[in-house]
């Protein structure tokens, strides 16, 4: 039967009895380590690697100290690069850091990354003037589509027919016929 003390026998770790003198080694060491003033912090004794820090049920992993130091540093370096302006992959360029880290360490330390779709979390950035221009170039095209395929829809003739008349495709024209046919003459 395969058990926890069965696999820590078959690793053939010292025993008892072979570190004594190294026991007593370490308990001088320690001894006289106190006797100048030094604290010796005492921790628990796991069985199995060290990943740096612990995981949660769900499957996350919390960082230990050691890391959370060098995010820290990390952050120090993002703060000002984002108050700038720059998105996250000029960050991640600039400071050779994967993406998905600096993303975790803004969200940590409270770094806005400003996103080049538009603003810091809303609708309206940089080129929200241009989308809105251009959405209105286009509704005013189509609206000029539906003017000229009024008369030739009260004809009878089909939206192949009309499309190819007017240079556009059928889906211009199937949006200018929804969007404008609504509108009184």
């Given at each position: 039967?395969?058990?926890?003390?069965h696999?820590?026998?078959t690793?053939n770790?010292?025993t008892l009895q072979?570190?004594g003198s190294?026991?007593?080694?370490?308990?001088?060491a320690?001894?006289?380590?106190?006797?100048?003033?030094?604290?010796?912090k005492?921790?628990?004794i796991?069985?199995?690697?060290?990943v740096?820090?612990?995981?949660?049920?769900?499957?996350?992993?919390?960082?230990s100290n050691?890391?959370?130091?060098?995010?820290a540093?990390?952050a120090?370096?993002?703060?000002?690069?984002?108050?700038k302006?720059?998105?996250?992959?000029a960050?991640s360029y600039?400071?050779?850091i994967?993406?998905?880290?600096?993303?975790r360490?803004a969200k940590a330390?409270?770094?806005?990354?400003?996103?080049?779709?538009?603003?810091?979390?809303?609708k309206?950035?940089p080129?929200?003037?241009?989308?809105?221009?251009?959405?209105e170039?286009?509704?005013?095209?189509r609206?000029?589509v539906?003017?000229?395929?009024k008369?030739m829809?009260?004809?009878g003739k089909?939206?192949n027919?009309?499309?190819?008349?007017?240079h556009?495709s059928?889906?211009?024209l199937?949006?200018?016929?929804t969007e404008?046919s609504h509108?009184?003459?």
């Amino acid at each position: 039967m395969y058990t926890a003390q069965h696999h820590l026998a078959t690793q053939n770790l010292p025993t008892l009895q072979s570190t004594g003198s190294a026991r007593e080694f370490i308990e001088q060491a320690m001894a006289e380590f106190e006797a100048r003033g030094g604290v010796i912090k005492h921790c628990e004794i796991r069985v199995g690697g060290d990943v740096g820090g612990k995981w949660n049920a769900a499957g996350q992993l919390f960082l230990s100290n050691g890391n959370s130091c060098a995010d820290a540093d990390i952050a120090e370096l993002v703060r000002p690069l984002a108050a700038k302006g720059a998105g996250i992959v000029a960050i991640s360029y600039q400071l050779s850091i994967d993406a998905r880290r600096i993303k975790r360490i803004a969200k940590a330390f409270g770094i806005e990354i400003q996103s080049q779709r538009g603003g810091f979390r809303t609708k309206s950035g940089p080129n929200e003037a241009n989308r809105k221009a251009t959405a209105e170039r286009g509704r005013k095209h189509r609206k000029e589509v539906y003017a000229q395929a009024k008369p030739m829809l009260d004809a009878g003739k089909t939206r192949n027919e009309i499309a190819s008349a007017l240079h556009c495709s059928k889906l211009t024209l199937a949006k200018a016929i929804t969007e404008n046919s609504h509108v009184a003459d």
